[in-house]
């Protein structure tokens, strides 16, 4: 079955910086389009960054600037970037791969717990 697995996770002070990591197994990588979600607690879950099978990336704005998506298809991994790390940025990251343009799953990690402390 598919797994998406994510690492890379932690407690960092504010101006740090983390990168996150999602492996995935069991889906053609290079065709999905990726994401990174987050949600904080008390709060609804929201689109961090994307990254299409082309390239193309979208950034949601409070972000912008400071983390940066990428992606290695020959690995099948997506990576999110994180700099300049502030406490608001503090929460569960979960890897997204979506498949519905071409008529494919939507499949979800477990999650990473980011923390942004001093």
């Known amino acids: 079955q598919v797994q998406l697995v994510e690492s890379g996770g932690g407690l960092v002070q504010p101006g740090g910086s983390l990168r996150l990591s999602c492996a995935a197994s069991?889906?053609?990588?290079?065709?999905?389009?990726m994401g990174w979600y987050r949600q904080a607690p008390g709060k609804q879950r929201e689109l961090v960054a994307t990254i299409t099978s082309g390239g193309s990336t979208n950034y949601v704005d409070s972000v912008m600037g400071r983390f940066t998506i990428s992606r290695d298809n020959a690995e099948n991994t997506v990576y999110l970037q994180m700099n300049s790390l502030k406490p608001e940025d503090t929460a569960v990251y979960s890897c997204?791969?979506?498949?519905?343009?071409?008529?494919?799953?939507?499949?979800w990690g477990q999650g990473t717990q980011v923390t942004v402390s001093s």
């Open positions: 997204n791969a979506d498949g519905t343009h071409l008529r494919r799953g939507v499949y």
């Open positions: 069991k889906i053609i990588f290079s065709v999905y389009t």
